[in-house]
C-alpha cells in the first residue's frame, strides 16, 4: 500500500507564505503525475497544480503566478510553495499521484490544513 506523507500546513497571514510537501512512500520512477487538490468544507475538490514526471506543470488559474510546485523523484517528494497567500486560499489541501501504468489507482494523501487569516 502507497502512503502519502503531507507536511507543512498551518496558520498564516494573508500575503504570507507555505511551503507544502508530500512524501510519498515508494519510488516515484512508477509515478506519471504528481499534485495537489485543495478542498473547503462544503464545497468541491478543486485541483491546484499538477507536475508530470517530464517536469510539466498546470496551475488553477486562481494560484498561478503565487504557487511553484516541484518534484524530486531521488526524494519521492513533490512540493507545493505558496507566497502571497489570500484568505480564499484556506482549505485542506491533498496530495495525489497517478501512475504510468493504469492498473494503478491514484493514491491520496490524509490532507494538511492551510489557514489564511489575520
Known amino acids: 500500500q502507497v502512503q502519502l506523507v503531507e507536511s507543512g500546513g498551518g496558520l498564516v497571514q494573508p500575503g504570507g507564505s507555505l511551503k507544502l510537501s508530500c512524501t510519498a512512500s515508494?519510488?516515484?520512477?512508477?509515478?506519471?503525475?504528481m499534485g495537489w487538490y485543495r478542498q473547503v468544507r462544503g464545497k468541491e475538490r478543486e485541483l491546484v497544480a499538477t507536475?508530470?514526471?517530464?517536469?510539466?506543470?498546470n496551475y488553477a488559474d486562481s494560484v498561478k503566478g503565487r504557487f511553484t510546485i516541484s518534484r524530486e523523484n531521488a526524494k519521492n517528494t513533490v512540493d507545493l510553495q505558496m507566497n502571497n497567500l489570500k484568505t480564499d486560499d484556506t482549505a485542506v489541501y491533498y496530495c495525489?499521484?497517478?501512475?504510468?501504468?493504469?492498473?494503478?489507482?491514484?493514491?491520496w494523501g490524509k490532507g494538511n490544513l492551510v489557514t489564511v487569516s489575520s
Open positions: 495525489f499521484v497517478d501512475w504510468v501504468s493504469a492498473r494503478f489507482p491514484r493514491f
Open positions: 515508494v519510488s516515484t520512477i512508477g509515478i506519471d503525475v
Open positions: 507536475i508530470t514526471r517530464g517536469d510539466t506543470t
